[in-house]
Nanobody, 121 residues
Framework: QVQLVESGGGSVQAGESLRLSCTSS????????MAWFRQAPGQERELVAA?????DYADFVKGRFTVSRENAERKLYLQMNSLKPEDTAVYYC?????????????????WGKGTQVTVSS
């Protein structure tokens, strides 16, 4: 069982930035299909960004968020710039044990417990 631990969440003002991190316990991290999801209160969980052989982003974060990975450190990152109040949610890291044809492919085998991001106006 691979464990994923998110960090970097917090409370910021609109327009500010945050950088989320996800640390994986998996030894084969370099071939994991990774993603960030988020879930706001009363709403369904939604994909934010994914990275496998390529990257993909939800339309609502394109140009503001950047997903990246550091395989040597087994870390996934989400740089979030120009944050908006509607970005407020719990952000989850997800992983699957191998790359797939599309970064948006689901399901994911492993999930973190999430980190809260709150953006005030």
């Amino acid at each position: 069982q691979v464990q994923l631990v998110e960090s970097g969440g917090g409370s910021v003002q609109a327009g500010e930035s945050l950088r989320l991190s996800c640390t994986s316990s998996g030894r084969n991290f370099n071939v994991y299909h990774m993603a960030w999801f988020r879930q706001a209160p009363g709403q369904e969980r939604e994909l934010v960004a994914a990275i496998g052989r390529t990257t993909d982003y939800a339309d609502f974060v394109k140009g503001r968020f950047t997903v990246s990975r550091e395989n040597a450190e087994r870390k996934l990152y989400l740089q979030m710039n120009s944050l908006k109040p509607e970005d407020t949610a719990v952000y989850y890291c997800a992983a699957h044990p191998y790359f797939r044809s599309s970064p948006r492919s689901e399901p994911f085998a492993w999930w973190g417990k999430g980190t809260q991001v709150t953006v005030s106006s």
